[in-house]
């Protein structure tokens, strides 16, 4: 492919991923089911890690879907299955337990409540709650009971300083009540974080921290190669290697000989567009990763050297 061809290409790629609408809705603040929530509905957890419910009884379908506890609360009465119930846990039994993720956001500790459980139903039920960076360490706040729903980070000094709490654990706290099947035990409709960060550079809906290409968008973590460089940050996605030179039998440099295009001296995008990425006749498959991988953030610099090939032709 010619390197005025690829330069095309280039441009209407960029053009339809803008049209597809790659960029997500920037945060706003809205009042949801009557707490103030900064970040209004990117607040809430919205991806299920794990449900299990160990010896907690009087749960059945469909109230066990753990998908029911994910964005805004949606409650609309005890017999609509929109909540996930986490059953009664007997004495000395192994606890109910639900974990949820913030993926585009994280809780944060700001000045008053941080975290909101929407428990619902007729009456609060004790719900054990900890929260994590990592799912690994946990550090608990205790239970939300009678009419508290709300818990502010400030009350536990054993949270580290300006930690981005990643992941929300809760449990059917051990206290002897019981409510009836099939939705017995908490109720969870949803979880949000009134204290949230939202950092997202590349507005894709997934949080810096956790973004593995953060500087361009890539919606569903596509990483053909796992090697923890999303395609669009990855120059030969197919190929585990550096995120520098991933794969590329090229070393940057315009020596090696891979380039069909155009030769210009230090021209690192265009040896790159040109990379085989050490596999047979996959020289267009570089080409194409790099090009759909969201180049866009350059395509200014590119049009520029474009208009300049094109007026010393």
Known sequence: MTYAARMRTLYHLCAATLAAGAFSVPARAEVIGGVDFPAGAR???????????????NVAAPFNDAS???????????????????GNTPANGEQSE???EFVDNRLI???????????????VESTEIAI???????????????????????DFDAL????LF???????????????????????DAVGAIGTDVQDADDDGVHDQGDNCPSVPNVAQTDDDNDTVGNPCDVCPAVVGSPANDGCSGDGNEADGEDPGPRVAGDDVDERLGC???????????????????????????RRRFGAWRRSR
């Open 43 to 57: 607040s809430f957890a919205d991806r299920e890690v794990s449900l299990s419910y160990g010896n907690a009884a």
């Open 68 to 86: 029911q506890a994910l964005g805004v609360p949606n409650y609309v009465g005890a017999t609509s299955p929109d909540y996930v119930s986490l």
């Open 98 to 100: 639900l974990v949820l």
């Open 109 to 123: 500790d700001i000045d008053g409540p941080d975290l909101y459980v929407f428990e619902v139903g007729p009456q």
């Open 132 to 154: 994590s960076v990592d799912a690994e360490q946990w550090f608990e706040l205790g239970a939300i009971q009678g009419s508290t729903r709300a818990v502010d980070l400030a």
């Open 160 to 163: 580290p300083n300006g930690a």
């Open 166 to 188: 990643r992941f929300v654990r809760l449990r059917d706290r051990i206290d002897g009540a019981t409510s009836t099947s099939p939705s017995g035990g908490p109720d969870i």
């Open 276 to 302: 085989s990425c050490g596999l047979p006749g996959s020289e267009s498959r570089g080409s194409s990763a790099l090009l759909a991988g969201g180049v866009c953030v350059a395509l200014g610099a590119l």
